[in-house]
């Protein structure tokens, strides 16, 4: 029996999930740097789990349990594996499996917004150390000392982005603060013989949201809320998908 946290990603990193060098995309630093041109996302082939927003839970509950960090600041997390350092998502091309959700925090990278300790401005970063870069102008970030429509592009996706990061904190927040989260684990069989425990996450509590005052779900109601904690309890028929590709791969292995 195999224990594994779906909470792994968020758990002892000081950077953020996939990111191993992030520096201020600048002219002056990355004019000779290009975006290389195609999908590869092999960066999140040892992730176990994956950031939401919000935006995405409707989106991502027909194919991920979808679970919250058990943090202070809970967030919502698409589980995409259950042993460690596997993401069942990605092929052996490093496309993600066909006809499923990309989650945004994937479709971001490799950038990313680092915010300003004293002034909370934003910065539009590049992971200096991801695969996806290269040195040319093929598809570069800047011509001419100006943002190309790749730098463009990447500046509107990551503002979006924060937007739907600050309305999810602000979720995980009010979860946290009026309790309706538990600590939970799942027992996912695999086979008749086979099962993997996996733990370190959080679930709505379905019994103590169902006791919420009225004016607390008119409120969460108008809020979208309840919409979210819906999408979130439906989610969790999706582990049966996970053993499915285990299974799958499997069965092409032999």
């Excluded at 994956?50 to 839970?57: F, G, H, R, S, V």
Aim: glycine share 4%; charged share 20%.
């Amino acid at each position: 029996m195999a224990q594994q946290s779906a909470a792994q990603a968020q758990q002892g990193a000081a950077l953020p999930l996939f990111y191993r060098k992030p520096f201020a995309l600048q002219a002056q630093v990355h004019s000779d740097i290009s975006l290389k041109r195609g999908t590869n996302y092999r960066f999140a082939q040892a992730a176990n789990a994956i950031p939401l927003t919000t935006a995405e839970l409707f989106h991502a509950q027909r194919d991920y349990p979808i679970v919250f960090t058990d943090e202070a600041m809970p967030m919502p997390m698409a589980v995409v594996g259950i042993q460690d350092r596997q993401n069942l998502f990605i092929e052996a091309d490093g496309s993600w499996r066909r006809g499923t959700y990309v989650p945004a925090y994937v479709r971001r990278y490799p950038f990313l917004f680092a915010e300003q300790p004293m002034t909370r401005d934003l910065t539009l970063c590049i992971d200096e150390a991801s695969e996806l870069i290269e040195a040319s102008k093929q598809n570069p970030f800047f011509r001419n000392g100006q943002p190309t429509e790749v730098t463009q592009k990447a500046l509107e996706f990551c503002l979006a982005y924060q937007r739907q990061h600050e309305t999810t904190r602000e979720f995980g927040r009010t979860l946290a603060q009026v309790e309706l989260l538990s600590s939970r684990d799942a027992r996912v069989q695999i086979t008749p013989q086979e099962n993997v425990l996996v733990r370190g996450f959080k679930m709505i509590d379905e019994e103590k949201f169902n006791q919420l005052p009225a004016d607390t779900f008119l409120e969460w109601r108008t809020k979208g809320w309840v919409a979210l904690i819906f999408s979130h309890l439906l989610s969790l028929g999706a582990w049966d998908k996970l053993v499915q590709i285990v299974n799958e791969r499997r069965g092409a292995a032999r």
